[in-house]
């Protein structure tokens, strides 16, 4: 089993920064993809960002060149640095877990509790 917390998440203004973070405990860490998803209101949970075994990352095209993803091994952390900050990036942001690389939310086999991130116009 793996288990997942986000923080991080806020209100901010359009244009503004926000991370986000994720830990990982029990049966963790290097043998997982970890990736990030969100979900507004009314809408489907989407892909975001995941970084996979060999630290490579890869990013959904809504959000490329605004957000980072960034994995740190010996910690078992994953944290999402969102800039530029659009309206549209309001959502709930889950952290989740994947013993696959891929950008499918039905491949991943642990999820966070989630974390509201609101960006006002």
């Known amino acids: 089993q793996v288990q997942l917390v986000e923080s991080g998440g806020g209100l901010v203004q359009a244009g503004g920064s926000l991370r986000l973070s994720c830990g990982a405990s029990g049966r963790t860490g290097s043998s997982y993809t970890m990736g990030w998803f969100r979900q507004a209101p009314g809408k489907e949970r989407e892909f975001v960002a995941a970084?996979?075994?060999?630290?490579?990352?890869y990013y959904a095209d809504s959000v490329k060149a605004r957000f980072t993803i960034r994995r740190d091994f010996a910690r078992d952390m994953v944290y999402l640095h969102m800039n530029s900050l659009k309206p549209e990036d309001t959502a709930v942001y889950y952290c989740?877990?994947?013993?696959?690389?891929?950008?499918?939310?039905?491949?991943?086999?642990?999820w966070g509790q989630g974390t509201q991130v609101t960006v006002s116009s």
């Open positions: 970084v996979g075994v060999r630290a490579i990352p």
């Open positions: 989740a877990a994947s013993r696959t690389a891929s950008k499918s939310k039905g491949d991943y086999d642990y």
